[in-house]
């Protein structure tokens, strides 16, 4: 977990955010599950191919490139917190009002296994659940959670 102090002139215009790949299907259903179990609209998404991510990118170089990674990253208390991978998964589920049971035993697996495995998943995603020809475009009611 990398961590930067936001100043308020750059101030990020969320608290919470999830960058994910904009065009994996597994992705797009991964976001349309958060978006049901946050029903507080606490958390903003934006696509990892998108303007958002790259101006992210600017402050946190550690913020890949590529579209393999999960990527959360919280602006509380004058600070911005990135979290990467399966860091990303379960601070992203700590976050929701009612965390699901199994993000305590993926909390405890050493980082190095979790994130194996993840890479693996993330290699074979777009096999497994397709691959959209273009980001997602949220419902009118969805609207004012993601940005570009």
């Known amino acids: 977990m990398a961590e930067a102090p936001v100043s308020n002139a750059a101030s990020p215009g969320f608290e919470r955010l999830v960058l994910f790949d904009g065009v994996c299907g597994f992705c797009e259903a991964a976001v349309q ?3 049901e179990r946050d029903p507080g609209g606490r958390f903003r998404f934006a696509p990892l191919q998108g303007e958002t991510a790259r101006r992210l990118r600017e402050r946190h170089p550690e913020i890949p490139s590529g579209v393999d990674s999960l990527v959360y990253v919280e602006a509380l208390e004058g600070r911005e917190r990135v979290h990467l991978r399966t860091a990303a998964i379960v601070a992203v589920c700590r976050a929701l009002p009612r965390p ?3 993000v305590g035993a993926l909390a405890v697996l050493p980082t190095s296994v979790a994130d194996f495995v993840y890479s693996l ?3 074979t995603r777009y096999r497994l659940f397709g691959r959209r020809d273009t980001c997602r475009v ?3 009611e969805e609207r004012e959670r993601f940005l570009d």
């Open 138 to 140: 949220p419902s009118p």
């Open 33 to 35: 599950w958060l978006l």
């Open 100 to 102: 699901p049971f199994w």
């Open 121 to 123: 998943f993330a290699r």
